[in-house]
C-alpha cells in the first residue's frame, strides 16, 4: 500500500502567526513614528518658547540700560534696585506676552567705590511655567577721561582749522566749526555733536561723525567736593592761603619720580612721590613771574659755575649789567620758588618766601635706603599704598595750586579754584597703564605766562634777542585736564611772537604738546594765527580711556562689555550681588 504523505500539515497555524507579527511590527513602527513626530513637535515648541525667553530676557537688558543711561538716579552705590518686578512684558506691538513674567536688577559689581572705574552687572529673570531663563550683562560707565577732546560750549570766532590734527574721542554739545584752512580727526573714535558740524567739508572724519547726538552734561561742584574725602583719608588734602593775582597761587605741588631699586630708571610702582610748597611771601617768587624784578636781582634764575647754580640775585662782586649777563650764558635757567636747583640742595624752609610742607602721617614700614638718606625724606608724600595704605589716589586742594615735575603712579589731582601749569607735567618711565594724571578744576586750567614757560628779553633793546630759561623748548604736558571753565594759556595773544622753534616752525612760545585730553566748559584760547601763544601738539593716550585716573568723574552712560546665560537652578540675585561686591 503506497504511503501519502501531507506536506501543509501545521502550516496554517504559522501562517497566521506570520501575518500577526508582521501586523505588530507595522503597528509598533506606526506607533513610534507618530511619538517621534510628537516629540519633535513639543521639542521645538520648548526650544521656540525657549528662544522667545531669551530674547525677553535680552530686551530686558537692554531695556534697563537704557533706563539707567536716562536716569542716574536708578543706579544704586551698594546693593541692587530692582527695576522690573514680575512684569508681563509686551510684544513690539504693545501687546502683553501671556504666560510669562520678567524681573530685572541693575547693581554695581567689584570695588563699588569707583577708584577703579564705575562698573555694574544687570540680571534679566524670565519664568514661564516650570522653564526660567537668567541673563547677565556687565556695564562700564564711561569716564570722562575716554574725550581727546570735550566742550560744553564752543564759542564764536574759536573754530578747529589750520591743519589741526586730533586723535582720539571728540565731543561738543554745541555746534562745531571748521575752518577751510582745514582739520583732520583721526580717531579711535567718532567725532559726536550734539549740534551741527559747520563747514564740515572741510573735516576729514577717520572714523565719521555723528550730529543730534545726547547732550552730555558736565560734572557738578558735587563731583569734585566728593574727592575731598577720599584725600582727607589719605592725607592729601591741603588749603591755599588767600593772596597773590588771578594766575598766580601761594601752594605748589611738584611731583618726584625717585629711583629706588638702584636700576637707574623711575619704572617701580611705589617710585613715585610729590612735594607740597607753601608761601608765605610774594607768589611771583613761587610762580618765577618777574612782576617788574629786574632780572640782576632775580632770586628765580641764574646760571651755572662749575657745577653750581647761582641766582643773579646773590652774584657779589658784580655790577648790574655783569648780574644781566650771566644769564646771557647757555647754562642760564629759571626755577619755581622753593626748587631744589636755586640753593643746589633741599632747603625746608626760605625764610621770607615759604617752606615745603612736611608729611603729616607716619612712613608705612621699612623706609628704603635711597630715601633714607635724602635731606627731603620726611616732605615727601608717596603716590603709592605701599608706603601710605591710606592713598586713594587723589590730591584735593581747597584754593589755586600750581603743578609740575614728573610723575610715577596714578593720581587724579582736584583743586576748588585754578590749576596753574608752572613748567612740564610728564610720566616718567615704566610700561602699560602705569602712569596716568587726571586734573579736575572746578574753574579754570591755566599754562601759566612765567619766566619758565615763556622766552623773554633781557632788555627792550630791539637787538635782543628772546631766550628760553626752561629746560626743555616748548610745554610738555601728559594727564588729562578737566575743568569746569575753560582750560587755556594766559597772555596767549601777547609777546613773544614767532620766538622759539616748534618742530620745524617758528612760532610764539613754541609747540604744547599735550599728551591726554581735554574736557571743558568753554573753549579757551592757547594761541592766534598771529604767531603768540603756542602752536597746539595733542596727542591722545587710550590708557585714560582703559584705565582712566583714580575716582576720575564718569558720564552717567553706560555702556555693555561682557554678556552671560546664567545656570537658572538655584539662583539668588541677592546672593549674587553680595558675592559680586
Known amino acids: 500500500m503506497k504511503r501519502i504523505e501531507n506536506p501543509a500539515h501545521g502550516r496554517d497555524g504559522y501562517a497566521l502567526l506570520l501575518v500577526l507579527m508582521v501586523v505588530l511590527a507595522v503597528g509598533i513602527l506606526a506607533a513610534g513614528a507618530v511619538t517621534v513626530v510628537g516629540n519633535a513637535s513639543l521639542i521645538n515648541a520648548y526650544e521656540a518658547r525657549r528662544a522667545d525667553m531669551e530674547s525677553l530676557a535680552d530686551a530686558g537688558v537692554e531695556v534697563a540700560r537704557a533706563r539707567l543711561n536716562a536716569d542716574a538716579t536708578l543706579y544704586p552705590a551698594t546693593g541692587y534696585a530692582t527695576l522690573e518686578n514680575g512684569v508681563v512684558p509686551t510684544?513690539?506691538?504693545?501687546?502683553?506676552?501671556?504666560?510669562?513674567?520678567?524681573?530685572?536688577?541693575?547693581?554695581?559689581?567689584?570695588?563699588?567705590?569707583?577708584?577703579?572705574?564705575?562698573?555694574?552687572?544687570?540680571?534679566?529673570?524670565?519664568?514661564?511655567?516650570n522653564t526660567r531663563v537668567v541673563r547677565r550683562a556687565d556695564l562700564?560707565?564711561?569716564?570722562?577721561?575716554?574725550?581727546?577732546?570735550?566742550?560744553?560750549?564752543?564759542?564764536?570766532?574759536?573754530?578747529?582749522?589750520?591743519?589741526?590734527?586730533?586723535?582720539?574721542?571728540?565731543?561738543?554739545?554745541?555746534?562745531?566749526?571748521?575752518?577751510?584752512?582745514?582739520?583732520?580727526?583721526?580717531?579711535?573714535?567718532?567725532?559726536?555733536?550734539?549740534?551741527?558740524?559747520?563747514?564740515?567739508?572741510?573735516?576729514?572724519?577717520?572714523?565719521?561723525?555723528?550730529?543730534?547726538?545726547a547732550r552730555i552734561p558736565l560734572p557738578s561742584l558735587a563731583d569734585l567736593d566728593k574727592l575731598r574725602t577720599y584725600a582727607t583719608a589719605g592725607g592729601t588734602a591741603f588749603v591755599t592761603p588767600n593772596g597773590g593775582n588771578d594766575y598766580e597761587s601761594r601752594l605748589r605741588i611738584e611731583f618726584i619720580g625717585i629711583d629706588l631699586d638702584g636700576n637707574s630708571q623711575i619704572d617701580g610702582e611705589s617710585e613715585g612721590f610729590f612735594r607740597v610748597f607753601r608761601s608765605s611771601g610774594p607768589t611771583d617768587y613761587l610762580m618765577a613771574v618777574r612782576n617788574g624784578i629786574a632780572w640782576e636781582n632775580s632770586e628765580n634764575c641764574g646760571s651755572y659755575v662749575g657745577g653750581v647754580f647761582t641766582p643773579t640775585s646773590k652774584l657779589t662782586g658784580m655790577n648790574a649789567t655783569q648780574r644781566r649777563d650771566r644769564l646771557r650764558d647757555a647754562s642760564a635757567r629759571c626755577y619755581l620758588g622753593g626748587s631744589d636747583s636755586l640753593a643746589n640742595d633741599f632747603v625746608a624752609t626760605i625764610p621770607g618766601r615759604g617752606e615745603w610742607l612736611p608729611r603729616g602721617f607716619a612712613w608705612s614700614g621699612a623706609m628704603p635706603a635711597a630715601l633714607a638718606i635724602r635731606d627731603d625724606r620726611d616732605y615727601l608724600f608717596p603716590l603709592s599704598r605701599t608706603y601710605n595704605p591710606n592713598f586713594k589716589g587723589v590730591i584735593h586742594v581747597t584754593g589755586k595750586v600750581a603743578i609740575s615735575g614728573v610723575i610715577r603712579g596714578r593720581v587724579t589731582l582736584a583743586a576748588t579754584d585754578k590749576i596753574l601749569?608752572?613748567?612740564?607735567?610728564?610720566?616718567?618711565?615704566?610700561?602699560?597703564?602705569?602712569?596716568?594724571?587726571?586734573?579736575?578744576?572746578?574753574?579754570?586750567?591755566?599754562?601759566?605766562?612765567?619766566?619758565?614757560?615763556?622766552?623773554?628779553?633781557?632788555?627792550?633793546?630791539?637787538?635782543?634777542?628772546?631766550?628760553?630759561?626752561?629746560?626743555?623748548?616748548?610745554?610738555?604736558?601728559?594727564?588729562?585736564?578737566?575743568?569746569?571753565?575753560?582750560?587755556?594759556?594766559?597772555?596767549?595773544?601777547?609777546?613773544?611772537?614767532?620766538?622759539?622753534?616748534?618742530?620745524?616752525?617758528?612760532?610764539?612760545?613754541?609747540?604744547?604738546?599735550?599728551?591726554?585730553?581735554?574736557?571743558?566748559?568753554?573753549?579757551?584760547?592757547?594761541?592766534?594765527?598771529?604767531?603768540?601763544?603756542?602752536?597746539?601738539?595733542?596727542?591722545?593716550?587710550?590708557?585714560?580711556?582703559?584705565?582712566?585716573?583714580?575716582?576720575?568723574?564718569?558720564?552717567?552712560?553706560?555702556?555693555?562689555?561682557?554678556?552671560?546665560?546664567?545656570?537658572?537652578?538655584?539662583?539668588?540675585?541677592?546672593?549674587?550681588?553680595?558675592?559680586?561686591?
Open 91 to 129: 510684544d513690539a506691538a504693545g501687546t502683553a506676552i501671556p504666560g510669562v513674567k520678567r524681573w530685572v536688577y541693575a547693581g554695581p559689581i567689584g570695588q563699588t567705590s569707583g577708584q577703579y572705574g564705575v562698573f555694574g552687572s544687570i540680571i534679566s529673570v524670565v519664568e514661564s511655567g
Open 421 to 581: 601749569i608752572a613748567d612740564d607735567v610728564t610720566y616718567a618711565g615704566g610700561t602699560g597703564c602705569g602712569n596716568i594724571l587726571g586734573l579736575f578744576s572746578g574753574s579754570d586750567i591755566v599754562v601759566v605766562d612765567n619766566m619758565i614757560n615763556t622766552p623773554q628779553k633781557l632788555t627792550n633793546a630791539t637787538s635782543e634777542t628772546w631766550r628760553s630759561f626752561d629746560s626743555t623748548p616748548s610745554e610738555f604736558i601728559n594727564g588729562v585736564a578737566l575743568t569746569l571753565k575753560s582750560f587755556s594759556v594766559q597772555n596767549y595773544d601777547d609777546a613773544p611772537t614767532n620766538a622759539e622753534l616748534c618742530q620745524t616752525t617758528f612760532f610764539g612760545r613754541g609747540c604744547l604738546f599735550l599728551t591726554g585730553g581735554i574736557i571743558q566748559k568753554t573753549r579757551g584760547a592757547v594761541g592766534t594765527s598771529g604767531g603768540t601763544g603756542y602752536l597746539k601738539r595733542y596727542t591722545y593716550d587710550p590708557c585714560a580711556y582703559s584705565d582712566p585716573p583714580p575716582y576720575y568723574p564718569t558720564t552717567g552712560h553706560f555702556t555693555r562689555s561682557s554678556f552671560y546665560e546664567l545656570d537658572p537652578t538655584g539662583f539668588s540675585v541677592t546672593d549674587f550681588y553680595r558675592r559680586m561686591q
Open 140 to 213: 562700564a560707565q564711561e569716564s570722562f577721561a575716554k574725550f581727546a577732546y570735550f566742550t560744553d560750549v564752543e564759542p564764536d570766532g574759536i573754530a578747529f582749522g589750520g591743519g589741526d590734527v586730533l586723535s582720539g574721542p571728540v565731543h561738543s554739545n554745541d555746534d562745531i566749526t571748521i575752518y577751510s584752512s582745514g582739520a583732520t580727526f583721526r580717531g579711535p573714535g567718532s567725532v559726536t555733536t550734539s549740534g551741527v558740524i559747520k563747514d564740515r567739508q572741510y573735516g576729514r572724519f577717520s572714523e565719521g561723525y555723528t550730529e543730534r547726538a
